[in-house]
């Protein structure tokens, strides 16, 4: 047999390999991140209910749902460990205090002193956003209205002229 006949076969092997490999190494990483829960984590399960481990045994894991509410898993569902960050910020709500990493929207507030944006904050005047000039508007949506008639084809009872 020729190297080019034994070709096709020899990137099959390898690519299967390949595969088979890299599916190993997920399944690892998995079962790694299962090991590391403790008492106190918070969970996502594969179906994506959020919850607080509880107690670990080898092949379950007891998780707190909310007030009373214990349930048990097996560790294979557990979809994935949470950090307290993101969990009391996707359970709870909780952000981080991010204030230092904020961008402002406008360059303006880079250059605003205390002094004038606490006068600017006291500037607070009611807007009034009642229509002014009611009888000058109706007239002229009447105006409108009107070209708006003249432009439209007249419409016929089905008789036409043009034959």
């Known amino acids: 047999m020729s190297l080019v006949t034994l070709l096709p076969f020899i990137v099959l092997i390898g690519a299967m390999f390949l595969m088979t490999r890299s599916a190993k190494k997920k399944q690892q990483q ?4 299962r090991n590391q829960m403790q008492p106190g984590s918070g969970v996502r399960t594969i179906g994506g209910m959020y919850a607080t481990v509880k107690e670990v045994s080898d092949d379950t894991v007891l998780v707190d749902a909310g007030p009373g509410v214990e349930l048990l ?7 994935a460990v949470l950090s307290d960050d993101e969990y009391n910020r996707i359970v709870h709500g909780i952000e981080h205090d991010l204030k ?3 961008v402002p929207d ?4 880079l250059t ?4 004038s944006a606490a006068a600017a904050a006291s500037d607070d005047e009611p807007v009034d ?4 000039d009611e009888k000058d508007e109706e007239s002229s949506d009447d105006a409108v209205a ?7 084809p007249k419409k016929t009872d089905g008789d036409s002229e043009a034959k």
């Open 30 to 33: 998995a079962a790694d991140m």
């Open 73 to 79: 898993f097996a560790k294979n569902a557990i979809g």
């Open 100 to 102: 230092s990493d904020v």
């Open 106 to 109: 406008d360059a303006s507030s």
């Open 112 to 115: 605003e002193t205390d002094e």
């Open 129 to 132: 956003f009642a229509k002014k």
């Open 146 to 152: 009107a070209e708006a008639k003249a432009d439209e």
